[in-house]
């Protein structure tokens, strides 16, 4: 599990620079800063051109690369390399941070990207999504990829999935924009309360000494899931960071304050 320092992954021009920074004292607020408008504006016009080139990258079948892991895609269901996401989420699971008697939920998997990564560490990984073609999905990946043994993926509505249930540490990518979503492909993008319902049920699914990963774009409003965090007397420290032109991604590690 990540210690006290920070990890910052810088992205630019096909290089990562890997830096360690202190990570926030605990009575520093973390806040999800906005991009500058030339960047956000950016983000517009190559979110337009993902839409009319990268279509089928969404809305067909397609085989991506992970590391050195392969993935399946279905219509419907998120693609963890075309907004980078849940590559960059996988990219955080390695050896130094998961032990191999680790826990490990993974909320709204979609194609399973993080936990077949996290399987590949982990002593068993439970692998939950709303969108039955995102379980089909997983389920398929985790055989491809050989840790089906380790992989109980489910259906279900964020916490309802695992009742009862305690992990040393929950990954989430979640749905970034705030509204209701039109359909199961929009389930990525778009959710009405997941940030409440999430933050709500977080600590009674972590065990002693555990923690989430959260995923947050500066696309979304990831202020909202910080505030909802903190209202639930959540710590929240920065444990990575990736910087585009358009777009950052921030990785939060989430976790109850020691007693
Ligand atoms: C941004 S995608 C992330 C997919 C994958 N984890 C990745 O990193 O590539 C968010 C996922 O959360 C799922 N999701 C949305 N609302 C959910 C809910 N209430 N319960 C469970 N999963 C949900 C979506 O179907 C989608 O697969």
């Known amino acids: 599990m990540a210690g006290g320092n920070v990890v910052h992954s810088l992205a630019g021009a096909g290089t990562n620079i ?36 990268g279509k089928s ?30 590559d960059f989420l996988a990219s955080l699971l390695d050896s130094t941070r998961v032990r191999a008697d680790t826990a490990v939920l993974d909320m709204g998997t979609g194609s399973g990207v993080c936990a077949v990564a996290a399987a590949r560490l982990a002593r068993r990984v439970v692998a939950v999504d709303i ?6 999905c997983a389920g398929i990946n985790a055989l491809l990829n050989e840790v ?15 009742p009862g249930e305690r992990f040393d540490l929950i990954l989430f990518n979640p749905p970034f924009l705030r509204g ?9 993008w778009r959710a009405s309360d997941v940030a409440e319902r ?26 909202h899931f910080v505030r909802e965090f903190y209202k639930h007397r959540l710590q929240v420290a920065v444990l ?7 777009e950052r991604l921030t990785i939060l590690k989430v976790s109850p304050h020691a007693h």
Request: aromatic share 8%.
């Open 18 to 53: 890997v830096m360690m920074t202190p990570a926030p004292q605990s009575a520093q607020l973390v806040t999800i800063a906005p991009v500058p408008w030339i960047a956000r504006l950016i983000g517009k016009a190559m979110a337009l051109g993902y839409r009319l080139t």
């Open 57 to 86: 990258r969404y809305d067909n079948f397609r085989i991506e690369r992970v590391q050195d892991m392969h993935f399946i895609v279905l219509p419907s269901v998120f693609n963890p390399k075309v907004p980078r996401t849940g």
């Open 131 to 136: 969108n039955a073609q995102a379980v089909r």
């Open 148 to 162: 089906q043994a380790k992989i109980d993926v489910r259906q279900g509505d964020l916490f309802t999935a695992v």
């Open 180 to 188: 209701a979503p039109s359909d199961d492909r929009d389930r990525a």
């Open 198 to 223: 999430f933050a709500a049920g977080l600590g009674t699914h972590l065990k002693p000494g555990g923690c989430a990963w959260v995923l947050l774009s500066s696309f979304g409003d990831g202020d």
């Open 240 to 246: 990575a960071e990736r910087r585009f032109v358009n």
